[in-house]
């Protein structure tokens, strides 16, 4: 902060110090205005700009920019997954959540958002699989070996 304030003192041709010398940068920008712009962004481009200053760290922080990101179903994923989850939490936090490996259905599936598409992963295992109709365990065993 020091620095960007000691900016508006100081003049490029050095000339007395003064406010005429000042001119506008990024940490002028309102947020509004920079969530806008950040919410056409990859959720990886976003965190990478709410280092750069506390405009774009702030923008970043906005729910509307966030829930962009999320896919149409995360409130019915968020059930599944996690349950009885705090209603207070932003959709940032809902998002690195939901970017993690989360396991549920007795540890036999796994969801997770594929962070640079957004996309819903889903990952089953062969004990979460079962085959209907055939209910008769002459054709379906579970042998374990190690490539699987």
């Known amino acids: 902060m020091g620095?960007?304030?000691?900016?508006l003192f100081r003049d490029p041709n050095g000339a007395t110090p003064g406010f005429a010398a000042a001119k506008p940068g990024l940490g002028d920008l309102p947020e509004s205005c920079v969530a806008l712009i950040i919410g056409s962004l990859d959720p990886t481009e976003i965190c990478k700009l709410a280092?750069?200053?506390r405009a774009f760290r702030g923008a970043s922080l906005a729910d509307f920019v966030w829930e962009s990101k999320l896919p149409p179903n995360y409130r019915t994923l968020i059930e599944e997954v996690f349950g009885?989850?705090?209603k207070d939490?932003?959709?940032r936090e809902i998002y690195a959540r939901l970017c993690r490996m989360n396991s549920?259905?007795?540890g036999t599936k796994?969801?997770?958002l594929d962070k640079s598409t957004g996309g819903v992963c889903l990952s089953i295992s062969a004990k979460g699989l079962a085959i209907t109709g055939i209910d008769d365990r002459r054709y379906w065993n579970?042998?374990?070996t190690e490539e699987s």
């Not at 620095?3 to 900016?7: D, E, R």
């Open 3 to 7: 620095a960007n304030f000691s900016a």
């Open 51 to 53: 280092r750069l200053n």
């Open 84 to 86: 009885d989850l705090k």
């Open 89 to 91: 939490l932003g959709k």
């Open 104 to 106: 549920f259905d007795g």
């Open 110 to 112: 796994k969801v997770w």
């Open 142 to 144: 579970h042998i374990p």
